[in-house]
């Protein structure tokens, strides 16, 4: 048997194998034609379904993505839709996984998500790619998240592949995501606010311009020789300011610790929350005294009204005091009005890990579909 699945079909067989410890293969190879044998024909149980990630045999009503390099080549086949990749590619764009079954490389990959993902999620998608963590195949939002996996590719890569494919439909729309999107997330809130920030205030965004992703700061060998750490990682950094951000989740501090803790246990639960929190208040000393300021972000502030509102406010109020310049930004959010409020606070909880999330993702396509007359989809962000 051999299978190119694309598009949608191939990221949950990307994601489920970087969920489960598995490493892409550096090797690119052409785009083979699906071949069934040693079966006479294809059936639906002739799919890799474990590897795809799928609880059930695909059907008409909900089929797999199949890449094809000939209109002759198609499966004929009702619980498969097929994608044709006959010219305007690079060569070589395409994954073996081993057993029969072939996916696109991450760049292409991304490129063919263009056409069916909206811009945020192919925005979050690129920081997905280019980062540590792997979002679930089956329930991209609220499913578990593996992290601490290896990247698949990065933004200058795909920005390269995408050079390579000019007049290739979802070129521009892929662009324009890629341009908000950063190397090295670790996390998929910290993509969120990153995101958040890169994005322009037209687009209900926050317009800081660039970021920089958990970059490692060396400390002064004299505080070493103190007993501070070698290094600190701060979250996210605004790039040509001395201003970032750290993002601390719900569980930051283990507090369930301490309340589910025996009486013999409770001392130890609460020194080892005493310790993170310490530790984190020695990083930001060390961070500031190499002269950058990094203000903590909470789960509480993305889902509170105006939360992240009251932190980017503040992350600009402390970039013109520090830096003496003040974020073109600033005045536009000190003077927007409440319905461009309520519009970026629909965008951040469309992108959050929450069962509300996919309401107002179909929200918030209807909102820009408003603002830009475009049509008005239904679907929700698919992440």
Request: net charge negative; charged share 25%.
């Amino acid at each position: 048997m051999r299978l190119c699945v694309c598009k949608l079909t191939a990221l949950r067989a990307l994601r489920r194998l970087r969920g489960t410890g598995g490493r892409l293969p550096d090797a690119r190879c052409e785009l083979p034609a699906p071949d069934p044998s040693p079966a006479l024909r294809w059936t639906p149980r002739l799919v890799p379904r474990e590897r795809l990630a799928l609880d059930d045999v695909p059907n008409a009503e909900r089929p797999i993505d199949v890449a094809v390099p000939s209109r002759e080549a198609r499966i004929q086949a009702r619980f498969v839709t097929n994608t044709l990749h006959s010219k305007g590619y690079p060569e070589s764009s395409f994954v073996d996984l081993g057993d029969g079954l072939v996916i696109p490389c991450p760049e292409l990959l991304f490129l063919e998500l263009a056409d069916v993902l909206v811009e945020d999620a192919l925005a979050l998608l690129a920081y997905e790619l280019c980062g540590t963590f792997s979002r679930d195949p089956r329930d991209p939002r609220l499913g578990p998240v593996a992290y601490d996996v290896e990247p698949v590719t990065s933004v200058a890569r795909i920005g390269a592949y995408l050079d390579a494919c000019p007049g290739i439909r979802g070129v521009v729309t892929a662009r324009r995501a890629l341009a908000r999107a950063a190397d090295n997330a670790w996390s998929a809130p910290e993509s969120v606010i990153a995101l958040m920030a890169t994005t322009e205030v037209s687009e209900f965004g926050y317009g800081l311009g660039r970021v920089r992703l958990n970059h490692r700061h060396v400390n002064d060998q004299r505080l070493v020789a103190l007993g501070a750490r070698s290094s600190r990682v701060p979250d996210i950094e605004i790039v040509g300011t001395s201003v970032g951000l750290n993002y601390d989740s719900h569980d930051h501090f283990d507090l369930v610790s301490i309340a589910t803790a025996t009486p013999e246990e409770v001392a130890d639960a609460i020194a080892a929350v005493r310790e993170k929190y310490r530790d984190d208040l020695s990083r930001n000393r060390e961070l500031a005294a190499q002269g950058r300021l990094v203000l903590p972000v909470t789960s509480e502030d993305l889902f509170a009204p105006g939360g992240l509102d009251a932190v980017m406010l503040e992350v600009m109020m402390a970039i013109e005091k520090i830096d003496g310049r003040s974020p073109d930004t600033l005045d536009l959010m000190l003077l927007e009005s409440l319905a461009v409020g309520l519009s970026r606070q629909t965008a951040i909880w469309a992108l959050l890990p929450w069962p509300q999330g996919a309401r107002y993702a179909a929200d918030l396509v209807r909102l820009r579909a408003a603002r830009t007359g475009a049509r008005a989809y239904d679907e929700i962000i698919e992440f």
